[in-house]
T-cell receptor
């Protein structure tokens, strides 16, 4: 079966750095997405990785290793507004999006 | 104009009621989706429409009935729901089915009593 694993919840301190991991087992791979979802709001697109390596976009970076079936989202200089759920999703060989259950990130002052 | 809008934002219904959820996208996209999001579970894809044709129905019970009258509007008609159907229902759109980044609406929080 197809599976996306990410931690259920993480806690970090304002101003610090946090890394949210995502591992996947899917039938094929056509890219990995990270979405941010604030409580009661719509998921919003953060990043898309299809090649190995690190993609940096401001305070957020996303890394992919296809051989390891692994990705992480790195958030730097954490702000209180970064408190949200972070969803990992993989596009499989049939171009179906397989979603993880999300990681709830709690930022403390 | 917000990219993807959904109404109502909150809905409480009894098991014998009939209601409809509405989604509208203002992005000129060709694909629209209905997802169910339950607490601490992955997003569940329910239906996919491409150019107003249904291209996917992921074994969704018949008490959920989608309708796509045009490429900008998507409805989800609900009847005789069960309490376990209580969840957040998200609509999304993309330029091309599956491959492109999806843009989500704010969702409808549904409670079935």
């Amino acid at each position: 079966g197809q599976n996306i694993d990410q931690p259920t919840e993480m806690t970090a301190t304002e101003g610090a750095i946090v890394q949210i991991n995502c591992t996947y087992q899917t039938s094929g791979f056509n890219g990995l997405f990270w979405y941010q979802q604030h409580a009661g709001e719509a998921p919003t697109f953060l990043s898309y990785n299809v090649l190995d390596g690190l993609e940096e976009k401001g305070r957020f970076s996303s890394f992919l290793s296809r051989s390891k079936g692994y990705s992480y989202l790195l958030l730097k200089e954490l702000q209180m507004k970064d408190s949200a759920s972070y969803l990992c999703a993989v596009l499989d060989s049939n171009y179906q999006l397989i979603w993880g259950a999300g990681t709830k990130l709690i930022i403390k002052p | 104009e917000t990219g993807v809008t959904q109404t109502p934002r909150h809905l409480v219904m009894g098991m014998t009621n009939k209601k409809s959820l509405k989604c509208e996208q203002h992005l000129g996209h060709n694909a629209m989706y209905w997802y169910k999001q339950s607490a601490k579970k992955p997003l569940e894809l329910m239906f996919v429409y491409s150019l107003e044709e249904r291209v996917e129905n992921n074994s969704v019970p018949s008490r959920f009935s989608p309708e796509c009258p045009n490429s900008s509007h998507l409805f989800l008609h609900l009847h005789t729901l069960q309490p376990e159907d209580s969840a957040l229902y998200l609509c999304a759109s993309s330029q091309v089915p599956y491959e492109e980044t999806q843009y989500f609406g704010p969702g409808t929080r549904l409670l079935v009593l």
